[in-house]
């Protein structure tokens, strides 16, 4: 009984599918706690970003926003074909730190994210579409891309890379 039981457990987890779809022979290691960032949000990437377009406005307090910043994905966790190779993501009020950037229009927002730069690689929470999530100013200077799709950042981590 013993054996077989064995045998049907090894059999089942070769059976299984993947959980990631791995797009990319750099990505970075995984080193993002469990929590918000595995199960909020339909989608779950890994993403380096690509460029600053410009200067964040400011959070003076009377004024909030979300600012669309471009990534390549370079691991898709959750969200599977849906998901392009490059994504644009509208976080909530940029200029602050993720761990402070939920208020109490959108208390579920947060990550370990401290500052947005070029190059960084990111771990993200994602729901799709955005504006279904979203109601406020939107800075979107990729406006001219045509047929992107735009995703609501819910929990932004910094993630490690190799290079």
Known sequence: MMLIALVAVGVATALRP??????????????????PIRTAGRFEVTGRLVEMPGKFLANDGLYNYAFVLKYDV?????????????????????????????????????????????????RLALEQPWDEHYIGPLVDRYHQVNGKRIYWAIWSNTASHDG
């Not at 993947?18 to 929590?35: F, I, L, R």
Request: charged content about 30%; proline content about 6%; aromatic content about 8%.
């Open 74 to 122: 370079l691991t898709i966790h959750r969200g599977g074909d849906q998901v392009e190779s490059t994504i644009y993501v509208a976080h909530y009020n940029p200029r602050k730190t993720r761990d402070e950037v939920a208020d109490e229009f959108y208390p579920d927002l947060g990550g370990n994210l401290k500052r947005f730069r070029a190059g960084d690689v990111h």
């Open 18 to 35: 993947a959980s990631t779809q791995d797009v990319s022979k750099t990505a970075p290691e995984d080193t993002t706690p469990d929590g």
